[in-house]
């Protein structure tokens, strides 16, 4: 009798920690960020916006620079910020289009508290940025990875943007969490639980998908969820041996590049 008395005290001092512990689990932040210039960024654009409840965010904006390309919005995952993501994305300026990495509050030195109705409400005041310099949904890509998907998804299902490129994603967060967290109700623990398969089905730009099979940190198997409800058009890469942050060593870039030559590209 002891015993159990004893196991149910615990598991439930472990429901209330990971309760109150959530908004560190699931946006862990990142360290401060230095300008772009040390990553790369020459030229890059610091697009400093105040969100209505006073925080300062600094988003990193690069004109497209060819004529009549699109502007990427690009919403970078956990643990990181815009600076260690310039690098990998700097093919899409290559290309010609134009580059807005969105960044975070309580990310790279920013002040304010992170949840799933922040972020929207930030990731919009972006658009509406971008939208206030001439541009129109039309000329706007979603671009997001691994967490940064569900702001891309969400976007997209409000506006009619030309197009979604999605690079780890999920289903939802509250899928990832009970995956990890088997043991414990984590789905109805959670407070932001991003529903990107739901919002996705409201998606009528077409979607790409690309992930790793051997992702330990987001299971392939979500990522085949979300595609399984897009209702737009949609192509996808798995790569065989790819984990959760290296799939442009396994030639993601051509993929990319093949989809945005296909829907996007101006001819």
């Given at each position: 009798?002891?015993?159990?008395?004893?196991?149910?005290?615990?598991?439930?001092?472990?429901?209330?920690?990971?309760?109150?512990?959530?908004?560190?689990?699931?946006?862990?932040?990142s360290e401060i960020r230095a300008k772009p210039e040390l990553y790369g960024g020459a030229g890059v654009q610091e697009i400093t916006l105040?969100?209505?409840?006073?925080?300062?965010?600094?988003?990193?904006y690069q004109p497209a620079r060819k004529p009549d390309y699109p502007v990427i919005m690009a919403f970078h995952g956990n643990a990181g910020?815009?600076?260690?993501?310039?690098?990998?994305?700097?093919?899409?300026?290559?290309?010609?289009?134009?580059?807005?990495?969105?960044?975070?509050?309580?990310?790279?030195?920013?002040?304010?508290?992170?949840?799933?109705?922040?972020?929207?409400?930030?990731?919009?005041?972006?658009?509406?940025?971008?939208?206030?310099?001439?541009?129109?949904?039309?000329?706007?890509?979603?671009?997001?990875?691994?967490?940064?998907?569900?702001?891309?998804?969400?976007?997209?299902?409000?506006?009619?943007?030309?197009?979604?490129?999605?690079?780890?994603?999920?289903?939802?967060?509250?899928?990832?969490?009970?995956?990890?967290?088997?043991?414990?109700?984590?789905?109805?623990?959670?407070?932001?639980?991003?529903?990107?398969?739901?919002?996705?089905?409201?998606?009528?730009?077409?979607?790409?998908?690309?992930?790793?099979?051997?992702?330990?940190?987001?299971?392939?198997?979500?990522?085949?969820?979300?595609?399984?409800?897009?209702?737009?058009?949609?192509?996808?890469?798995?790569?065989?041996?790819?984990?959760?942050?290296?799939?442009?060593?396994?030639g993601a870039e051509k993929d990319v590049t093949a989809f945005l030559d296909k829907y996007v590209s101006p001819q």
């Amino acid at each position: 009798m002891n015993f159990i008395i004893f196991a149910a005290t615990f598991y439930t001092l472990v429901l209330v920690g990971m309760y109150l512990l959530q908004t560190k689990l699931v946006y862990p932040g990142s360290e401060i960020r230095a300008k772009p210039e040390l990553y790369g960024g020459a030229g890059v654009q610091e697009i400093t916006l105040t969100t209505p409840d006073g925080i300062e965010l600094t988003h990193w904006y690069q004109p497209a620079r060819k004529p009549d390309y699109p502007v990427i919005m690009a919403f970078h995952g956990n643990a990181g910020h815009t600076g260690d993501r310039l690098e990998k994305l700097s093919y899409l300026m290559e290309l010609g289009y134009g580059l807005f990495q969105v960044e975070y509050r309580g990310y790279a030195g920013h002040d304010g508290t992170p949840s799933e109705q922040a972020f929207k409400n930030d990731g919009l005041d972006a658009m509406n940025w971008l939208k206030a310099q001439g541009y129109t949904d039309e000329q706007l890509i979603m671009y997001g990875e691994s967490l940064g998907t569900g702001m891309a998804v969400w976007l997209a299902s409000k506006h009619n943007v030309k197009a979604v490129i999605l690079e780890a994603p999920y289903s939802s967060i509250a899928d990832v969490a009970q995956s990890k967290y088997w043991f414990l109700p984590a789905r109805f623990l959670l407070k932001d639980k991003w529903k990107s398969h739901e919002a996705i089905k409201e998606v009528k730009a077409p979607v790409f998908i690309f992930h790793g099979e051997k992702d330990g940190v987001i299971p392939v198997q979500f990522s085949r969820k979300l595609l399984d409800a897009i209702q737009s058009e949609k192509q996808a890469a798995f790569f065989e041996k790819g984990l959760h942050m290296d799939l442009y060593e396994h030639g993601a870039e051509k993929d990319v590049t093949a989809f945005l030559d296909k829907y996007v590209s101006p001819q």
